[in-house]
């Protein structure tokens, strides 16, 4: 991730906790889980073991990773009130006052809002030529749409509602009322997807025009449903200098050096944190940064892999990761490490594209 990258702050207000049970409950129905927890996909590690199986053997869509906040938008409309909710990792829930998404298929009226609707988005800042920020909310999947659950629908079919059924009508909307939706805290926007094959045209038609920070790529199986918890048909590729692993951390002094240094500790369940790694640190990154910031102990952390930094540790600091509750678990820092060790590079994935599209192409003799 480089340096200039600003993550977002969740904008809008935390709800009170008795309404937060209300709207997880609510969740819990509308997915059809019936359970309060966070019904988030979240991908596996990209190995070219699995991975290329995968993209030579099945359809997969892909889109670049944004470096940014993940969260699902709630959108209800309660007593004649459009309301709309991000809902967090850590399945807590802000309300964003003034933001309405309308239904579809009206004119200028704006009389219908969604309701029971519940899309998949990363909230991201764009920083413009002239300096000025602006926060994105780039839509990637639709769970729910007006109480429709379409999680068992295949990929393109759902980015194809949640494109003509959210993301268009908002935007009409503020072409429509330009001075209401500049009030607002960000704009939403639908996130382009292309085939698997299509790795080319991503690196040089869009990343190297996005205003917001990328450190990957995402394929998503185009047929497989949206599947809460961990999904193995979705592969987050990186780089291998880019492979991050989120930790908590704690503060140690060196019984050689009597210097301080950080131990970063995997989460193996429950409150079960265990010493995994030290993090690669400098002396001047104690003392020009890391010094400066109460409770350092047991914040979460996001270390990449930067085996050249400071040998011979390999995770050099990132960020701070406010947004989530836990370190990756060990079973996902397992597959991370695993994933560095059986990586693909970016020339040698541009390499088999031709590959993955002639297998796409026999398997799809019509156009979709």
Excluded at 5 to 33: A, Q, Y
Excluded at 37 to 60: C, H, I, N, W
Excluded at 127 to 142: C, H, I, S, W
Excluded at 341 to 346: C, G, I, Q, R
């Amino acid at each position: 991730m480089s340096a200039h990258v600003v993550v977002p702050d969740i904008p809008g207000v935390r709800v009170p906790f008795e309404e937060m049970k209300s709207l997880r409950k609510r969740v819990g129905e509308i997915t059809g889980t019936g359970k309060f927890t966070f019904p988030g996909s979240q991908p596996v590690s990209f190995t070219k073991t699995q991975a290329m199986a995968e993209l030579r053997t099945s359809d997969y869509l892909v889109c670049e990773k944004s470096d940014g906040v993940r969260v699902l938008v709630l959108m209800l409309f309660d007593s004649l009130m459009p309301k709309t909710y991000f809902a967090t990792r850590k399945n807590e829930y802000f309300f964003v006052r003034n933001v309405a998404f309308p239904a579809p298929y009206q004119k200028t009226a704006y009389e219908k809002y969604h309701h029971n609707t519940l899309i998949d988005a990363e909230l991201v800042v764009d920083v413009e030529p002239d300096g000025q920020r602006v926060m994105k909310l780039l839509g990637f999947d639709a769970l729910v749409i007006n109480d429709m659950n379409v999680m068992s629908w295949p990929l393109d079919k759902r980015l194809d509602l949640l494109n003509r059924h959210v993301i268009t009508p908002y935007q009409a909307m503020c072409r429509e009322h330009d001075a209401y939706c500049r009030g607002q805290p960000f704009r939403a926007e639908f996130k382009r997807f292309e085939r698997s094959y299509a790795v080319p045209t991503l690196y040089k038609e869009v990343i190297p025009h996005l205003k917001h920070g990328t450190d990957g790529l995402v394929f998503t199986s185009r047929v497989a449903p949206y599947t809460p918890g961990t999904c193995d048909k979705i592969l987050k590729w990186k780089p291998a200098c880019e492979n991050s692993i989120d930790f908590r951390v704690r503060v140690v002094v060196s019984p050689t050096t009597r210097q301080p240094e950080i131990e970063l500790h995997a989460w193996h369940g429950g409150n079960d944190y265990r010493p995994f790694a030290k993090m690669a640190m400098r002396p001047e990154d104690w003392s020009g940064h890391f010094s400066r910031i109460p409770n350092l102990d047991g914040q979460i952390v996001e270390v990449s892999y930067t085996p050249d930094y400071c040998p011979p540790h390999v995770w050099k600091f990132m960020r701070f990761r406010n947004d989530k509750p836990h370190g990756n678990h060990i079973s996902v820092i397992d597959k991370i490490i695993i994933s560095i060790n059986d990586n693909m590079e970016l020339d040698e994935l541009m390499a088999v594209m031709p590959d993955i599209r002639s297998a796409w192409e026999k398997r799809n003799t019509l156009p979709l």
